[in-house]
């Protein structure tokens, strides 16, 4: 059973910075597709940015630039530097894995999803 574990969530000014975490257990992580969504209050969940095995990254045009996806399979962990946060990045963040799989930008191309860590940007 694949288990997700995200962290790193909070309370940030607008031009701050966060970094969070997704760390995975149950599977051979180096052969996943990884990707994080977020959703707002009162919308769907929509695509953040995604990495695949061979480190390949894809970013919505709303975060590019801004956000980086990165991962550590030694430690099997992901994550996503968000800077120059705005108050519109306001969502609960999920990460997602796909075994096997590359790097997807449609919620429903991933078999695994974590709790979700909220973050919130002040004006």
Same mark, same amino acid.
């Given at each position: 059973?694949?288990?997700?574990?995200?962290?790193?969530?909070?309370?940030?000014?607008?031009?701050?910075?966060?970094?969070?975490?997704?760390?995975?257990?149950?599977?051979?992580?180096?052969?996943?597709?990884?990707?994080?969504?977020?959703?707002?209050?009162g919308?769907?969940?929509?695509?953040?940015a995604?990495?695949n095995?061979?480190?390949?990254? /894809?970013?919505?045009? @709303?975060? #590019?630039?801004r956000? *980086?996806? &990165?991962?550590?399979? %030694?430690?099997?962990?992901?994550? /996503?530097?968000?800077? @120059?946060? #705005?108050p519109?990045? *306001?969502? &609960?963040?999920?990460? %997602?894995?796909?075994?096997?799989?590359?790097?997807?930008?449609?919620?429903?191309?991933?078999?695994?999803?974590?709790?979700?860590?909220?973050?919130?940007?002040?004006?």
């Amino acid at each position: 059973q694949v288990q997700l574990v995200e962290s790193g969530g909070g309370l940030v000014q607008a031009g701050g910075s966060l970094r969070l975490s997704c760390a995975v257990s149950g599977h051979t992580f180096s052969i996943y597709g990884m990707g994080w969504f977020r959703q707002a209050p009162g919308k769907e969940r929509e695509f953040v940015a995604a990495t695949n095995w061979s480190r390949s990254t /894809l970013y919505s045009d @709303s975060v #590019k630039g801004r956000f *980086t996806i &990165s991962r550590e399979n %030694a430690k099997n962990t992901v994550y /996503l530097q968000m800077n @120059s946060l #705005k108050p519109e990045d *306001t969502a &609960s963040y999920y990460c %997602a894995v796909k075994p096997g799989g590359t790097a997807y930008t449609r919620t429903h191309d991933y078999d695994y999803w974590g709790q979700g860590t909220q973050v919130t940007v002040s004006s």
